[in-house]
């Protein structure tokens, strides 16, 4: 239950027994052989599933996120820091206005994480609104996915080489480990990174892995819905 | 060719050979009876036409615009101004920097108007890109269609109820005038547009005629693309 | 009767019977043979007419508008779309903390259109205030005066060479037609239009056009002061 | 010489010759039983009388200065002093870049001041830049005037009660001390202040006065345009 | 009894009986032989000894001001000015939420006075909040010290040499003067000010001097800090 | 080697042969029966220790950072996150304007980790630079000590409960697990914390441990300002 798929009239009815909200952020940013769109495609799908089992809707995606790193690969579109905390504040408060309370982030993108002192500071100031974020790449239940299946996860490697993220052929094998100690300039970190996938582990799983990083991440949400 | 359908390869690949790249902004806003999203399907969809015909790329899209007097129907989503200014210049800068000289932004709402000056100072200080802003609904074609068809152009009428921005049944007949003369509140603008829908033409039109006017834009986009 | 003609007794005064206000916004700009401040010029004597037979105060001009694409002719000072809805945001808040509540703006400029969408959101914030946007040379009434005399309205021609715009003495003739698809840089405006007047009609018109297209838009203000 | 005299044409041959700009800035506010554009007025008159004999040009006034403090006395209009550096910054900008290299700002109002660091740092960043900036209330040459008369200068007092500033009877007399230790919010400005006039000196002066504290300004101006 | 030795539970039992709270700003910029942080140190110390006095409490210094003139000069690093205008407003408004109502800020830079303009806004938007700013060195009472003493005081000169701000051995003598007329660039103010001190009086001056002078300064925040 | 015990001249020609400093960024925020100043006491003293080693200078902390959380809990003093990230841009600009062009910011607040992003920003704009960010409890050092002693680290717990950060007796025994899914509102925080310890381990720890950590910590700092 997206927002395209809903008009203002089907919102409204929504609100008068809920006040649950998802939004998907992310980014437009290399992926390495992955879509640019990685970071929406797997948070959006995991609103969709999240939505499927609660009819909580999600609001449309916002493409765009904070990737200073990656500017030197062709495609990355990356906000400053300061335009993504301002739009996160819009939404906010949009969302708050209409009725709903309780607001549920899915990121996909680890350099959105600015966002999350600004969204307490709007339950501050806007009061009776529950915030959270959840970041599935880094919850306990997915890692234990990986730990258990022995690969080690990683930006743009098999970790998020989803089958609806894959848009060119995926290279076998494992990347080597690219170990980075500092803060890079974008410059720095193609340098590093060649191909843009950081390294450590294999370039793609089986597909039962992927299945069940994708049933934990979405365990985890269904169970954030609850804003208990 | 969307971005996401693409890896910072092929988008670097497509560098070395062209220099052009679509935008599409809209709104997440009421529309009547009609998605969300209109403000964004009409202009994606006709980014993809273009692309399909020039394999110019097309960005993903920002799905939020500039709404406040829409805020009072539930679904409304409205970014600030300044911080819908600040997004197109971290776009523009962006794509600049990955050697994008010729942005055509596809926009389909009438509230981002204010990114117009903003691009014209960003040309000012980035030598040799060209911007071109393309509002589908001001179009003269599109405005001779509607005038050849006798039927009134309007938000949320039949000008945009193409098959893709439909969630529900639309209305039948004409939904009657709704003048304003002055800049609206969000608590006016629902209390004189009721369902959002603003008056003076029918709900729906044939497809013909809807047929008729996606070509019309499409055939100025395909013509702007060529930044002559 | 302008604010520089008032103390503030006489502005407490008055809002114990009346609660308007007129701002005037323009620019400072190339008009080609005309006053840089042309656009401040016209809609100021608006306001002053429409203040003799109403008895509404004018605010103090704002001297400055956005004009990034003339920057290359000099004596152009264009402020940042974001600096210059700062000021229309303070402007109003500052009139509605005295009692104003219904705020015409008189519009010299088009650069100058990003404020309305800031008027609304201000309108949503503060309760009671209703906010006009008058650009006269957009005005039906206006325009029909120039199709009655079978002139082309453009920037910087006859239609704003009224005796009071003149520094110079003008060309004689029509200046021949200037067209842009684009939305120009700076650099490409002064290439494009030369002289700085944009083409398709004559230099100036007989006084009494130019006294029709002043009463015209002064009966649209006065109309528009009723606040209907 | 003011620009609004004046047309691109004029500004460009101008700056053939000479690379010398003089703003205005001031405040709309209240004055005691002065106008409310007092700020303006006053420098603007030395800023003529300047121009008369050196030829540098005059840009529009800024018409609104930063008074947070008198805001409740009816007819003052504030900027933040954010918006007013903001103003100040894009000003320099757009004059540096059409050649302008020697800068005098002649300001009307106290509450202006933080203006001054910023033009230093826009110094800094744009080489070549010379900016002066000129308080004349504030130069030892009016305040010797002033105590040669035996007259204490303050706000909206004598000082500022040039001919061409009234708009009403001035009281006689002198008005009482008005001692503030503190800064003061507005209502306590309102409460302390009465009628707007700073305490301390008489309402007005001899004519005789009031020329010699416009010539010792206007020296001091003349001075600081020859930026040695 | 500064911030930094009390916990949370200690500035909750002192709201319960007073409301009164000193912030220190300043500066981290050259002062010739002096420290970097002299424009701190100075009013900490004073700050220090008025708490010892009176119990009210000293907020964390904010170390860094406004010095865009001094930027040549190693070790200076200065804020913008709308940086620095933030972060007082939200150390008001800090401060407010928590009880507190009366703030008194010891400033010891001459760059942060665009702070008071901020000050005043928020007071008229905070009810009840009052705040006070003393500069010491402007203060009649310390200007006395200096007349008495028959040293002419200034930046880095004797007047800032207290034992606690020096780092390095002084210069005997007296510093020529350095006038200055205008606005000066960080390049200029190097040029002009060689060592960094302002010229016109001694490198040092007796403990006696200083210690009337820290006296003095300490007498008017006393009593500054009766909010009377 | 702090800042505060140099003056412009030491920082000049430390430059001559290093390019390196250090930057102390941390809270004013509750800490339990901590000082509210922990989170800059902590880097601070490491930045101390480092530099007593490394001769590498100290810039002066900034004492506020982003703690929207806490804000119940008087005492502390947040900056918005785009205030904080604009005075890391203004302090990354300043020092590499000096020449410095290796800077390590230690981090004492987890809060402040939006500044990252903002740090790579920088990087991809000033050429030569390189950043380093350290947050010392997040270090694998740190936690290994931790682990080791069968002691669970937490906010304001025994973690930070070094000799210098006590301003009070602290409890014996084991806080109890304060566990929280969500993101949380400042009213919700207290809620949740009471004393403002986190909860799970115990309020302090043998000296020998806070040794090894300091240490820990320290081993890191020393590597890390090689910028290898």
Known sequence: MRFEDLNWMDVESYLKTDDRLMFVVGACEQHGYLSLLTDIKIPLALADAASARTNVPVAPPLNFGVSPYFTRYPGTLS??????????????????????????????????????????????ELPGLKVDWYSWWTAASVK????????????????????????????????????????????????????????????????????RVFDAALSDILARLRFD
């Open 144 to 211: 234990a996915v990986a730990a258990e299946a022995g690969l080690a996860p990683n930006h743009a490697n098999w970790l998020e080489a989803f089958t609806f993220c894959r848009v060119a052929e995926l290279p076998s094998g494992v990347k080597p480990p690219t170990p980075s100690a500092r803060l890079l300039s974008a410059d720095e970190s193609r340098a590093l990174y060649g191909d843009g996938v950081f390294g450590g582990g294999p370039y793609s799983a089986p597909e039962a892995v992927m299945e």
């Open 79 to 124: 906000l400053r820091t300061r335009t993504f905390i301002a739009i996160i504040e819009d939404l906010v408060r949009g969302a708050q206005a209409h009725g709903f309370r309780r607001l549920l982030f899915l990121n996909g993108h680890g350099g959105n994480h600015p966002a999350t002192e600004v969204l307490s500071e709007l339950m501050n």
